[in-house]
């Protein structure tokens, strides 16, 4: 059973690089979504997906971009990274709320630990 | 604007010492609150929905309970792994929006 696979788990980065973090579901779910997760803060939500072909904006969407090509994948970029976007990044998937099938159940991938010096 | 504030931040607990989190919401046209359980290291895992006031959902030791305004994740009689994090969340139009949660410590 694979559910979310998010890859890298871990990444050390140089500021200013480019970084793509991967994200991978299985379960056809038309929903995906990326949060970010710091001390203090909780998880935030960055970017989101109701289906393939379309995005939205989260709560903190600056620096980062996001594409959904097919229903499995949903890649998150930072252009550009900087310190402030070390954190723990977190990708999930659900049934969209837009079908009316969603129940609030998100399903979380394990996360990619992500250092900007 | 805080859509959801969930306190404490942390609460340590003796092995079966019942006790209450609570998560309170300021969003209008409540369409679900949500209860998920976060350990460390891992992502977080869905519990509950509730989606109006006077609703209750149980699984095991926890059970949910929801008002207008707020909350309440009841833990009764815990056991050292109920110790984690335990976050509150709402839907705010096709998105689901979380609370900062709280770290449950339960000592054996």
């Known amino acids: 059973i694979a559910g979310i696979t998010q890859a890298p788990t871990s990444q050390i980065l140089a500021a200013g690089r480019r970084m793509t973090l991967r994200c991978t579901q299985d379960?056809?779910?038309?929903?995906m979504y990326w949060y970010r997760q710091d001390l203090g803060l909780g998880l935030r939500l960055i970017h989101y997906s109701n289906t393939a072909g379309t995005t939205g904006k989260g709560e903190v969407p600056d620096g980062y971009s996001v594409s959904r090509a097919n229903t499995d994948d949903f890649p998150l970029t930072l252009a550009s990274a900087v310190p402030s976007q070390t954190s723990v990044y977190f990708c999930?998937?659900?049934?969209?709320?837009?079908?009316?099938?969603?129940?609030?159940?998100?399903?979380f991938g394990e996360g990619s630990r992500l250092t900007v010096l | 604007e805080d859509q959801v504030t969930q306190s404490p931040e942390a609460l340590r607990l003796q092995e079966g010492e019942s006790s209450s989190l609570n998560c309170s919401y300021t969003?209008?046209?409540?369409?679900?609150l949500f209860w998920y359980r976060q350990d460390p290291g891992k992502g977080p895992e869905f519990l509950f929905t509730l989606y109006s006031a006077g609703e209750e959902k149980e699984k095991e030791r926890l059970k949910a309970t929801l008002t207008k305004k707020e909350s309440f994740l009841h833990i009764t009689a815990p056991k050292p792994e109920d110790s984690a994090t335990y976050l509150c969340?709402?839907?705010?139009?096709?998105?689901?929006?979380f609370g900062k949660g709280t770290r449950l410590h339960i000592l054996p």
């Open positions: 969003v209008s046209g409540l369409r679900g």
């Open positions: 999930a998937s659900s049934d969209s709320f837009t079908s009316g099938a969603n129940t609030g159940e998100l399903f």
């Open positions: 969340a709402v839907r705010r139009d096709d998105k689901i929006i």
């Open positions: 379960m056809r779910h038309n929903a």
